[in-house]
């Protein structure tokens, strides 16, 4: 009866760690500034996470350990590095101001998050509590 009822809550969860895998990395970006030669990294899970969204319509019963997992299953998010030029003379590419504007944006998508997680706990609670009434 309560199966998949925190289907939404462990998707925002993979949400969660991507959002904060990438302040890690940002966060690391911005720590090596001054690092000759450094090259600025970029993390990417959204894709996976459409992908999983989409996998996650097709009903598809796992009966044996080999069948297809879930597109949520094996969610990790992707760490890149950028080896685009660099405008500088010692070879590090980045740039504060993107990393900070990155940071910003990045720090709001986390935030919202947290509070999807939040709506869905309270929506369970108001199901538990209201449900026996």
């Not at 949400?15 to 966060?27: M, Q």
């Not at 504060?96 to 935030?111: C, F, H, V």
Request: net charge positive; no cysteine.
């Amino acid at each position: 009866m309560l199966k998949g009822i925190y289907n939404n809550v462990d998707f925002y969860k993979k949400a969660l760690d991507g959002t904060w895998e990438r302040n890690k990395i940002i966060s690391n970006n911005i720590a090596n500034e001054n690092t000759p030669n450094y090259k600025r990294k970029i993390v990417s899970f959204e894709d996976q996470l459409k992908n999983s969204i989409a996998s996650q319509r097709i009903n598809l019963t796992k009966t044996n350990e080999k069948h297809i997992t879930r597109g949520t299953d094996k969610f990790s998010p992707s760490i890149s590095v950028d080896k685009s030029l660099s405008y500088r003379i010692d070879g590090n590419n980045v740039n504060i101001d993107t990393e900070s504007a990155d940071l910003a944006k990045n720090t709001i998508m986390y935030e919202a998050l947290i509070k999807q997680v939040t709506s869905e706990f309270d929506k369970i609670k108001n199901v538990i509590t209201e449900g026996s009434k």
